[in-house]
C-alpha cells in the first residue's frame, strides 16, 4: 500500500508538470527517517530532535519544558545593554541551574510517543480569592480548600491562583495519577505562567513544582486557555 501510494504521488506530481527534487525525495518506504528537523521512528513510534538544533527549537518533543527552563538565561541575556555587551554568566544562579540541567538531562529527555496520550480524562475547576482558595474534580466527592494566611492573602491575585492549582493538583494527587485534567481557571495570566513560566522568581518556582509534580505522577493538564503537561 505504501508503495502505492508512492507511485502515485510520483506519477501526480509529474502529470501536473512539477519536477520533483530527487535529491530530496525518499521514494521507496521507511520507517525511519529525518523530516523537518526530526527524527522520526514509526518502529517503536516515537519523535525525538537532531543533534544540530538547539534548546528552543525542541518544543515539538519537549513541549514547554523549554520555555520553563530555559526563562532565566533569557531574563538575564535581555537585560544586556546591547546586543554585544557581555557579562558573566557565573554570578546567576538560576542561570546556571538551568544549563547544568540541560547539560544533564537533554539527551534522556530527547524522545516523545508520536500517537496522542491517551488518558482517562477528568475536568478540574479551581478558584482564589484574598481569602482562601478551593478546587474540586467532576463528578467524584474529591475537594481542596484551605485558608491564606495574612502573608499569603497579602500576595497577588496570579499567585493565588497558582497556589489553587499547585494545592489542589498535590490534595488529589492519587485521582489524577495516570490522568489527563483539563483544568478551569479563571485567571489567565495563572494559566500562562503555567505554560510558560514567568520572569517573576516567585511565580516561576510554582509553575516549576506544578510541571514536576505533572512528570512524577505521570499527569497531563491543560487548560482552555493554556497547557501544561509531560
Known amino acids: 500500500m505504501a508503495k502505492e501510494n ?3 504521488v510520483q506519477s501526480s506530481l509529474s502529470s501536473a508538470g512539477f519536477v520533483a527534487n530527487s535529491a530530496k525525495s525518499l521514494w521507496n ?14 518502529v ?3 519523535i525525538s530532535i537532531t543533534d544540530r538544533r538547539h534548546v528552543m527549537s525542541m518544543s515539538p518533543v519537549l513541549g514547554n519544558l523549554t520555555r520553563l527552563k530555559t526563562r532565566f538565561l533569557y531574563k538575564v541575556r535581555e537585560s544586556r545593554r546591547s546586543w554585544d555587551s557581555r557579562f558573566n554568566i557565573g554570578l546567576h544562579n538560576d542561570c546556571l541551574s538551568q544549563i547544568f540541567f540541560w547539560k544533564n538531562n537533554v539527551v534522556s529527555l530527547n524522545t516523545r510517543p508520536i500517537l496522542p496520550y491517551n488518558a482517562l480524562l477528568l475536568f478540574s475547576y479551581s ?3 484574598n481569602v482562601a482558595c478551593g478546587a474540586f474534580v467532576v463528578g467524584t466527592n474529591e475537594v481542596s480548600h484551605r485558608m491564606w494566611t495574612a502573608c499569603e492573602a497579602a500576595k497577588s491575585s496570579t499567585w493565588r491562583e497558582l497556589k489553587a492549582i499547585q494545592f489542589a493538583l498535590s490534595a ?4 489524577v495519577r495516570g490522568k489527563c485534567v483539563k483544568w478551569h481557571s479563571d485567571s489567565q495570566g495563572a494559566v500562562r505562567v503555567v505554560e510558560i513560566g514567568c520572569p517573576s ?3 516561576h518556582s510554582i509553575a516549576l513544582d ?3 509534580f505533572c512528570r512524577t505522577y505521570n ?3 491543560y487548560s482552555p486557555v493554556g497547557s501544561q503537561g509531560t
Open 172 to 175: 488529589f494527587k492519587a485521582l
Open 6 to 8: 508512492s507511485l502515485f
Open 201 to 203: 522568581a516567585e511565580l
Open 127 to 129: 478558584d482564589a480569592s
Open 210 to 212: 506544578i510541571f514536576y
Open 44 to 46: 517503536i513510534g516515537t
Open 219 to 221: 499527569t497531563y493538564t
Open 29 to 42: 518506504p521507511i520507517q525511519v527517517l529525518v523530516w523537518l528537523g526530526l527524527n522520526w521512528d514509526l
